[in-house]
Antibody, heavy 121, light 112 residues
Framework: QITLKESGPTLVKPTQTLTLTCTFSGFSLNTAGLGVGWIRQPPGKALEWLALIYWDDDKRYSPSLKSRLSITKDTSKNQVVLTMTNVDPVDTGTYFC?????????????WGQGSLVTVSS | QSALTQPASVSGSPGQSITISCTGTSSDVGFYNLVSWYQQYPGEAPKLIIYEVNKRPSGVSDRFSGSKSGNTASLTISGLQAEDEADYYCCSHAGDTTFFWVFGGGTKLTVL
């Protein structure tokens, strides 16, 4: 059974760096073809894809946010960490961790429950 | 990158069929057969209901179907039920050498 859970601060001040951790179970990021990513959703608004890291450490970023994002993995801990620098109130939203495969659905087939982050002074 | 274009809302009566469109460009929807659709209830995480344009994950009702023509993908829900009332998002692979994903703006489905 695949599960993912997001953790991190609920409140961040503008210009600070946001660090979110996704802890997952039911699979290993050492397995060829697997990936873990991040998708966010501002309150009442649409989903926005942010970043994804694959088993081979290949990393993909949203072109519009690439300069502010960093995604890393710790396979020994079954964790993926997303870092976003210089946050702004527009970065407020629910951040979802997702599972993806290049050998399966080529989409986001498992989702975490989401972590609400508010950016405010 | 620009978000894919979806109608803000659609509605239908129980038993009817509805279609939600998702319009992109020749760099995303038109180029890749990697369009997926997600269903989201208020306060919940999205759920994958269609992948690779027209494939259904195990457990998803066959009332949900997907298709694509040119730069536009579509999600059709047949035999509309009250439980189908939710937000629906399309998503597509995009880019060339540096691929990424792009979502649509979402469509609110109301079952009358």
């Amino acid at each position: 059974q695949i599960t993912l859970k997001e953790s991190g601060p609920t409140l961040v001040k503008p210009t600070q760096t946001l660090t979110l951790t996704c802890t997952f179970s039911g699979f290993s990021l050492n397995t060829a073809g697997l990936g873990v990513g991040w998708i966010r959703q501002p309150p009442g608004k649409a989903l926005e894809w942010l970043a994804l890291i694959y088993w081979d450490d290949d990393k993909r970023y949203s072109p519009s946010l690439k300069s502010r994002l960093s995604i890393t993995k710790d396979t020994s801990k079954n964790q993926v960490v997303l870092t976003m620098t210089n946050v702004d109130p527009v970065d407020t939203g629910t951040y979802f961790c997702v599972h993806s495969t290049v050998t399966g659905t080529l989409s986001f087939d498992y989702w975490g429950q989401g972590s609400l982050v508010t950016v405010s002074s | 990158q620009s978000a894919l274009t979806q109608p803000a809302s659609v509605s239908g009566s129980p038993g009817q069929s509805i279609t939600i469109s998702c319009t992109g460009t020749s760099s995303d929807v038109g180029f890749y057969n990697l369009v997926s659709w997600y269903q989201q209830y208020p306060g919940e995480a999205p759920k994958l209901i269609i992948y690779e344009v027209n494939k259904r994950p195990s457990g998803v009702s066959d009332r949900f179907s997907g298709s694509k023509s040119g730069n536009t993908a579509s999600l059709t829900i047949s035999g509309l039920q009250a439980e189908d009332e939710a937000d629906y998002y399309c998503c597509s692979h995009a880019g060339d050498t540096t691929f990424f994903w792009v979502f649509g703006g979402g469509t609110k489905l109301t079952v009358l």
